[in-house]
Nanobody, 125 residues
Framework: QVQLVESGGGLVQAGGSLRLSCAAS????????MAWFRQAPGKERELVAC????????YYADSVKGRFTISRDNAKNTVSLQTNSLKPEDTAVYFC??????????????????WGQGTQVTVSS
């Protein structure tokens, strides 16, 4: 079992940056693929980025590629999302998720087994 807790969300102006963090507890964290999803009011949950168990492969949604960076520190059981050049359309609740499939990292929410409670990111214009 894996428990995930997100932090780092907040209110920023367009063009600003935030670093989101996800702390994991439980065994075998390093064997899991990790991902960040986001969900805005009235919208479907969408994948933002994911990373394989060995940091060997990452995937980014086209809407965030070049602006966001996902990383993990297996020694600390954490995964982070650095968000730069934020836009109002990035406003959403951001969720951390873990999948037992280590490689390649899954891209759909149904393939993830564990979820955090979410952290709110609001970008003002």
């Amino acid at each position: 079992q894996v428990q995930l807790v997100e932090s780092g969300g907040g209110l920023v102006q367009a063009g600003g940056s935030l670093r989101l963090s996800c702390a994991a507890s439980g065994r075998s964290f390093s064997s899991y693929s990790m991902a960040w999803f986001r969900q805005a009011p009235g919208k479907e949950r969408e994948l933002v980025a994911c990373i394989s168990w060995g940091n060997g492969r990452t995937y980014y949604a086209d809407s965030v590629k070049g602006r966001f960076t996902i990383s993990r520190d297996n020694a600390k059981n954490t995964v982070s999302l650095q968000t730069n050049s934020l836009k109002p359309e990035d406003t959403a609740v951001y969720f951390c998720a873990a999948s037992g499939q280590g490689y390649p990292p899954p891209r759909t929410h149904s393939e993830y087994n564990y979820w955090g409670q979410g952290t709110q990111v609001t970008v003002s214009s």
